[in-house]
């Protein structure tokens, strides 16, 4: 199959991605429902589809794991972390305002990375591999996608600041496991937003040269 042009499979990746734009309309609206729903009362029943969650180390005076897994065959020695999820409910506006404002800013960069996608395939599909239309797509994909990571760091810091300054664990401060500091932190994402990035400026050099010769001719 041809990566452009009529017939090739930029087409149905286009399709592929009108199908992802439909469901994330579908979710955002939801959410949208649940959180003006939320503003109005904040302890309507409906908060339980409106949380925000976390993981902390809870003491092992407080649930002791001793036994609860076990191995035979020598192999390998199993251990359970006393770890345990942490959900937050709404109990007044401010907390369905942040948690909002913090999730359609996070939507607000897939749908970029979505349409620009789509656009670039689009463009494809019509027959020219890399117009500058496409080069100026795949940079604001790039970017949405540091956009996404960046969104969720901030998403990060807001919530471990809220614990600590709001929880308690057995009565002592919050803290989160080291591994899940280290799972969550978008290190992929990051990296996946640069790459595009820099492969946009690739093509636009390759453009750049492309016109140069053109004009040489």
Do not use: K
């Amino acid at each position: 199959m041809r990566l452009f042009g009529s017939g090739s499979i930029a087409r149905p990746a286009t399709a592929v991605l009108d199908v992802f734009l439909v469901v994330a309309t579908f979710l955002v609206a939801a959410e949208l429902v649940v959180a003006l729903i939320l503003l109005g009362n904040p302890r309507h029943q409906a908060r339980e589809y409106f949380q925000a969650t976390t993981m902390v180390v809870v003491p092992a005076e407080v649930w002791s794991p001793a036994g609860v897994v076990v191995t035979t065959g020598n192999i390998a020695a199993a251990r359970i972390e006393p770890w345990a999820y942490v959900r937050y409910r709404a109990e007044s506006r401010w907390f369905v305002v942040v948690t909002a404002a913090a999730s359609f800013s996070w939507w607000a960069c897939v749908f970029l990375m979505l349409l620009q996608l789509r656009r670039a395939f689009a463009n494809l599909s019509a027959g020219s591999p890399f117009p500058r239309a496409n080069i100026r797509c795949i940079r604001l994909t790039g970017l949405a996608i540091l956009g996404m990571a960046g969104v969720q760091l901030v998403i990060d810091v807001i919530m471990l600041t809220f614990m600590r300054t709001t929880t308690t664990v057995a009565g002592g401060p919050p803290r989160v496991p080291t591994d899940m500091l280290l799972v969550d932190f978008p290190l992929g994402t990051l990296m996946a937003g640069g790459a595009v990035v820099v492969l946009a400026e690739v093509f636009r050099a390759g453009a750049d040269l492309q016109d140069d010769q053109e004009l040489t001719v």
